[in-house]
């Protein structure tokens, strides 16, 4: 069963500085997603990252895959206020033989960003 | 201008009533999604549809019942034996091949009292 951890889960970062947010993952997951979340909002769709080794960059945002390691990244240079948010990574169990229907998120990182 | 709508944004309802909520798509994806947000916790998956008048459950199906009559269509169904039902349920929508990612709607915030 492919569970999904992430952390920090709380991060107070200040304006210009650099960080990386952590996405750990438990079994076989060949697909991992990025999304951005908004208070009372509804999530965004930031990365999607299909293969060992893929980098994907948006921004002050680049994600990455190691399929490994079961490890996935973002990382986060010069914050600004407007990256505010909370993150969520998600994968999918069983890679492209499985069930593609579900998604298993982790808990979300929410990222606060001070001037 | 494609999306996913979803219906109402509030909803609030007496414990023992049903509820249904909308979901509708014009992106022409074959699967469609129902997840459920507690504060502070990441979604968890409620059930979902891969073609039409077929569905199955996912990890917290239990209080819940869904139908897919219409490929745009995917209306989830709190019933009043779902212990806990307020939360946010968003709905999402995916093709089925290449990336699969899932694109979701705004949500329906649902209060039960």
């Known amino acids: 069963e492919l569970k999904v951890e992430q952390n920090p889960l709380f991060l107070s970062m200040q304006e210009g500085k650099n ?97 | 201008d494609g999306g996913i709508t979803q219906s109402p944004k509030y909803l609030f309802r007496k414990e023992g009533q049903n509820v249904t909520l909308s979901c ?27 073609i039409v008048n077929d569905f199955q459950k996912g990890d917290i199906a239990e209080g819940y019942s869904v139908s897919r009559e219409k490929k745009e269509s995917f209306p989830l169904t709190v019933t009043s034996a779902q212990k806990n039902p307020t939360a946010f349920y968003l709905c999402a929508s995916s093709i089925l091949h290449n990336s699969y990612e899932q694109y979701f709607g705004p949500g329906t915030r649902l209060t039960v009292t």
């Open chain 1, 19 to 115: 960080y990386t947010i952590y996405c750990n993952y438990s079994t076989t997951s060949d697909r991992l997603y990025w999304y951005r979340q908004d208070p009372g909002k509804s999530l965004e769709s930031l990365f999607v990252l299909l293969s060992n080794g893929a980098v994907k960059q948006e921004g002050r945002l680049m994600a990455s895959l190691d399929t490994k390691a079961r490890l996935s990244t973002l990382h986060i240079t010069a914050a600004v206020h407007d990256l505010s948010a909370t993150y969520f990574c998600a994968g999918a169990p069983g890679g492209y033989g499985g069930s593609q229907g579900n998604l298993i998120f982790g808990k979300g990182t929410k990222l606060s960003v001070k001037p």
């Open chain 2, 24 to 50: 509708e798509q014009n992106l022409n994806h074959d699967a469609m999604y129902w997840y459920r947000q507690d504060p502070g916790q990441g979604l968890r998956l409620i059930y979902y549809s891969q």
